[in-house]
């Protein structure tokens, strides 16, 4: 329960910092060239000045800057997010159309990144200075220093257009009428190259703050503590170092939420797959500035959330955070 | 020899790189079956090592290259890794120094009790649990019941480390090895811990090798002496006659480096006061944040009134957590008091603006506990001493050539002062620190524990440059320390705190003669070996 | 001194070194073997590597050559990596080393500005930094430097943290120096090795940020960037897939040598392989 209390007052916490980045966001769009009037404009294949005038008031940009962010955060908090241009509907529902595509890809590329991160992580510190611990440790270097965009544009030469065992691109067989269970597997068949290609740099990250954390808990005093009882490497490992490695992981997984988005934005316009990260680059692109900031919020909003998440996680794992320590 | 431990002939090899080539070189010593032999030496001796070895628990690179380890006659080195943790835990029990880390913290102490049946045993969890309580009584474990599901860092120091000898003992082990098991403990913890772990060998008949540096601790608790110096065994004997009548020279000057219990006579008492406090509190407020009430408030120092003597030393005796040090920093307004006044001549130290005690800065002055965190590891040691005059506007030469001058004065080859601090010793860089506030020409010099990080023989040459300082230059000292042995060594008047109050204040004489306070009497009692007079001066002059 | 010895005695940083140095001389190199402008016709479009010597490295969908293109877009890259990595840390230390040394509400505020910028995703914001301030290479490279600052920032505050009540900072206090002096002469020193070594890890981010930036055609269109060249190489995939594939090499190789260079500079500094491992915060 004081896990949970101390979550939300982290959570209530955040409200502020929100806030602060919609304000300077919002602030900062009015500098853009450009207002949704004439992006709308742009649409409808031009149009007279009154009409653009008439818009404006329509959408009360006429109105002092000041007076446009205070509409706009009172919008917000009813989550109405304004009317995209480009697609002429509700932000709000553009977003939400997006959105699953997004968490689908970060969902499976996190638990791939963090699962495998913490077996090869352990698995090079077990055997440090040895083959084992070169050989995924020089992968992790690898991996790390890839561009994501271009391992996604190498696998897809790889294993869409030589070998022609995945789909180069799309999140489903647009067509094919597929349901249930074979629509399922489809889908998964699609998002195989994509998990990878966003994974493998998290994976890289994640195995690396694994392996430290594993041979610094190893080295701690407790560990020998153990030791001295008689327990063996493995129970060792298992009853004392693994939890106590996993805690600075816990935490980068909070850290690196956005950076995660951040990476489905390309990773989703290799893989031409239909999420927020794909919208948010056909918005830069067709000026929709309103969609761009909506996805902004989102964005802050999710990563909040897995932020909440992994406080509740780390407080489950940690008996003394509860404590305030 | 009716040996339980038999250590023979022994030698440790250190990794290339390391300081010398051998931890160990040639150490014979044995251990009995109920009885206590203690491994005492300074750092860098090699003691810790050898309970290492005998775990077989040295770091990599750390490994025997000769003699044995013979445990009820089996030779521990050739033992293979499969067997010897058969033996860890169930023959030899193991307990350590640092009870804040020595504990998972993510594990509940019954847990932890538990494992080693765990490992060893078939039984089931419900005896488990019966004997891991049954276990927490017998070390006197306060509410046993409540600590089997505590986490450790629901546990105080001692507590811990009564789970930790609980645990070392759960499987009745016939050797158990404490390595330095009170240091990191309170003085009255101190004295708890040590007669529970000597009522418990005596009970179970086990045989102990009790690692230590402090005579104190072994004239409490030893029954032989095995006296080391750089990985070598000097000495070795029944308490009464290492402790009494020490053969080896290096024995000799150590134990004649351990401050007695006895205060030395002082004068000039009734000197006027050169700084005197009134009413000082400080209190903290922690957490909370936002939300008020939430906020856990400690009340460090709790209306302190005291007054140093032009010319002497008051010490402050105290253990952790008693305000001692917070104090210290409120005199030198490292912190900012919450009421009373510090008067130092006719200036009220605690009514100056941060700018304004800049500016007196050169009337009182302080040294600092850690030798290693309180020099900048990037500057010069000369530089360091000269750094303060410049801050006041003096020239860099003068400055300089002050600080050579306090070189030699502190007892440091002033050919020395373009080194960097890591290239100095514990002892010399507490000599550096003191020439630093020396530096100042300070009335009032405010040493915070200056020798609690030293080695017994290094802190004996300290107190004793102090001492002589004082006499030469007629300091003012306010001496912060825990140890009474060296509280009455030095200081001609002491104020004993707890909990952020004075609870007693005297004449070192009087305070040692006579405590007034029931507290200053717990503390007294519990200075381990304060029956013992190190090299037998003459009687007390109580 | 020791620092030097630990790190030439380091296999992996001293190959680091090397793969730096080797693009740092591609990157000085390419004005002098490639005068002409690397965006203009070099020959037939869509040359295999090795075919032609004259474009000994082909040529891409639009005639232009790959070599060329490889060469400036070294300079490109180690230039925006270098001043986006400057600025960043520049600001981290300042924020970092402010909010540490003082604590308190000093310390809340800016740690919520931080927190503010590091729940955007800093790819997503640099987006909307290049829609609203345009793409050419100067405002990229300020963009760049802007989103990365809060984990240099984080960082010192650390070190900060720690140091302010070291008992050497403390020392100075008593002998009466100004905060200003302690913060500049004292602490910065101290805490400066990590936030060096951190640098590394900034630049391989901005290098990689950039290309991704370039690959999605939101950056300077008319510098010869290596993401450009891939973003471009993306409509020949199927075929003539070097196109992409020689530029992301390049990418590689330059983000493998900085980091290298990062963990034998932590490894040299801290020899117990203790530091902090880096932390990446990139697509």
Not at chain 1, 151 to 157: C, D, Q, S
Not at chain 3, 250 to 271: E, H, K, R, Y
């Amino acid at each position: 329960m004081t896990i949970l209390l101390l979550a939300l007052r982290r959570l209530a916490a955040s409200v502020p910092t929100l806030l602060v980045i919609l304000a300077g966001l919002f602030l900062l769009l009015q500098l853009a060239p450009g207002d949704t009037v004439d992006a709308l404009m742009a649409q409808m294949g031009g149009g007279d000045p009154a009409t653009a005038d008439e818009l404006r008031r329509y959408y009360g940009l006429d109105l002092p800057a000041a007076a446009q962010l205070a509409r706009y955060l009172g919008r917000l908090v009813q989550l109405d997010l304004g009317q995209s241009a480009i697609y002429g509907k509700p932000v709000a529902t553009v977003i939400a159309e997006r959105l699953p595509v997004t968490l689908l890809l970060m969902g499976a590329s996190l638990s791939l990144a963090f699962l495998g991160g913490i077996v090869l992580g352990v698995l090079a510190a077990r055997r440090i200075g040895q083959w084992p611990d070169t050989l995924i440790s020089t992968f992790g270097l690898m991996f790390y220093a890839t561009p994501s965009f271009w391992f996604g544009l190498m696998g897809i030469v790889l294993f869409a257009i030589h070998l022609g065992w995945l789909p180069a691109g799309g999140f489903e067989e647009v067509g094919a009428g597929y349901a249930g269970l074979t629509r399922i597997l489809d889908i998964a068949r699609h998002l195989v190259l994509p998990t990878l290609t966003l994974a493998l740099v998290f994976l890289a990250t994640y195995l690396r703050i694994m392996r430290a954390s594993m041979l610094e808990v190893m080295s701690l005093d407790y560990v020998r503590t153990a030791r001295a009882k008689g327990l063996g490497e493995t129970g060792v490992i298992v009853h004392h170092a693994l939890r106590n490695a996993l805690l600075p992981m816990v935490t980068l997984v909070g850290l690196q939420a956005g950076t995660m988005l951040g990476g489905s934005v390309v990773v989703e316009s290799v893989f031409a797959l239909p999420g927020l990260g794909r919208l948010a680059y056909e918005s830069v692109v067709q000026r929709d500035l309103n969609t761009l900031l909506g996805i902004v919020f989102v964005s802050a909003l999710l990563v909040i959330t897995v932020n909440f998440v992994v406080d509740l996680i780390y407080g489950r794992l940690d008996p003394r955070i509860a404590a305030g320590r | 020899m009716s040996g339980l431990l038999s250590i023979e002939n022994l030698s440790v090899r250190l990794p290339p790189g390391a300081d010398r080539s051998h931890a160990l070189t040639g150490v014979s010593l044995a251990v009995a079956k109920n009885e206590i032999l203690c491994v005492v030496g300074e750092s860098g001796s090699g003691k810790s090592v050898l309970a290492n070895t005998v775990m077989r628990l040295l770091p990599p690179g750390v490994r025997p290259d000769a003699g044995a380890v013979l445990f009820r006659g089996r030779d521990l080195v050739g033992v293979p890794e499969a067997e010897m943790r058969r033996l860890r835990g169930r023959e030899i029990g193991m307990i350590f120094q640092e009870p804040m880390t020595a504990l998972n913290p993510l594990r509940r102490a019954g847990d932890q009790i538990a494992e080693t049946f765990r490992i060893h045993t078939t039984l089931r969890a419900r005896e488990i649990r019966e004997k891991a309580l049954a276990l927490l009584a017998e070390v006197r474990m306060p509410d046993p019941v409540a600590a089997l599901r505590a986490y450790p860092h629901e546990l105080s120091g001692g507590q811990r480390q009564r789970v930790m000898i609980a645990m070392a003992l759960a499987l009745e082990p016939a050797l158990l090895i404490a390595d330095e098991p009170t240091t990191a403990l309170d003085v009255t913890t101190q004295g708890r811990i040590l007669a529970l772990i000597r009522e418990i060998q005596a009970r179970r008949g086990m045989g102990v090798l009790f690692i230590t540096h402090d005579f104190g601790v072994v004239a409490e608790i030893a029954d032989r002496v095995a006296v080391m110096q750089s990985g070598r065994l000097v000495e070795e004997g029944p308490a009464d006659a290492v402790l009494n009548r020490p053969r080896a020279p290096y024995t000799r000057a150590l134990i004649a480096a351990v401050p007695p219990l006895l205060p030395r006579a002082r004068s000039g008492t009734a000197a006027p006061a050169i700084l005197t406090l009134e009413g000082v509190s400080k209190t903290y407020r922690k957490g909370g944040g936002l939300i008020p009430g939430r906020a856990r408030v400690t009340h460090a120092v709790r209306q302190v009134s005291l007054s140093l003597p032009r010319g002497t030393t008051l010490g402050i005796v105290g253990e952790s957590g008693s305000g001692k040090s917070t104090l210290a920093r409120c005199i030198v307004r490292l912190l900012d008091p919450d009421t009373g006044s510090i008067r130092l001549g006719d200036t009220d130290l605690a009514a100056l603006s941060r700018r304004a005690m800049r500016g007196q800065a050169g009337r009182v002055q302080m040294v600092f506990q850690d030798p290693f965190a309180s020099l900048n590891p990037r500057r010069r040691a000369g530089e360091l001493v000269a750094q303060g005059p410049m801050l006041q506007g003096v020239s860099r030469r003068d400055a300089l050539a002050k600080a050579r001058e306090l070189f030699g004065l502190v007892g440091l080859d002033p050919a020395a002062m373009d080194r960097l601090p890591h290239e100095f010793s514990g002892g010399q860089r507490q000599r550096i620190g003191l020439a630093r506030a020396l530096a100042m020409e300070p009335e009032v010099l405010v040493a915070d524990e200056p020798v609690s990080a030293l080695d017994v023989s290094v802190q004996a040459q300290v107190l004793a440059l102090l001492d002589s300082l004082r006499d030469r230059l007629g300091l003012s000292m306010l001496f912060i320390t825990h140890d009474l042995r060296v509280a009455g060594q030095i200081c001609d008047r002491i104020a004993v705190m707890k909990d952020g109050a004075v609870v007693e204040a005297g004449p070192t004489a009087e305070v040692f003669a006579a405590p007034q306070a029931a507290y200053t009497r717990a503390l007294l009692d519990a200075v381990p070996g304060r029956a013992w007079i190190p090299g037998r001066p003459h009687v007390p002059a109580a | 001194m020791a620092a030097v010895t630990r790190y030439l005695r380091n296999p992996a940083a001293l190959l680091g070194a090397v793969l730096l140095l080797l693009v740092v001389a591609v990157a000085l190199a390419a004005p002098v073997l490639f005068p002409k402008d690397p965006l203009g016709l070099a020959g037939r479009p869509l040359q295999w590597p090795f075919a032609n010597p004259k474009v000994w490295l082909g040529t891409d969908a639009s005639g232009r050559d790959i070599a060329a293109q490889i060469f400036h877009g070294a300079r490109v890259s180690l230039l925006i990596g270098l001043v986006a990595t400057v600025i960043a840390i520049a600001i981290g230390i300042a924020v970092g080393a402010v909010a540490g040394f003082y604590g308190g509400i000093v310390d809340d505020l800016l740690m919520r500005v931080t927190e503010a910028f590091q729940t955007l995703p800093n790819f997503l914001l640099l987006l909307v930094l290049v829609a609203v301030f345009g793409s050419d290479i100067t405002t990229v490279t300020v963009a760049i430097g802007l989103v990365s600052w809060p984990a240099p920032a984080r960082l010192t505050r650390a070190e900060f943290l720690t140091l302010r009540n070291r008992e050497f900072v403390q020392a100075c206090r008593v002998l009466g120096m100004g905060d200003a002096r302690i913060i500049a002469r004292e602490i910065l020193p101290n805490a400066l090795p990590p936030v060096i070594v951190y640098a590394s890890v900034v630049m391989a981010v901005a290098i990689l940020l950039e290309s991704a930036l370039a690959f999605l055609n939101l950056s300077d269109p008319n510098v010869a960037s290596w993401g450009n060249l891939i973003g471009a190489g993306r409509g020949v995939l199927r075929t003539q897939w070097y196109v992409s594939a020689i530029p992301g090499v390049a990418i590689l190789v330059t983000v493998l040598a900085v980091s290298l260079v990062g963990q034998g500079l932590n490894d040299a500094l801290n020899p117990r392989l203790r530091g902090p491992a880096p932390v990446k915060a990139a697509p």
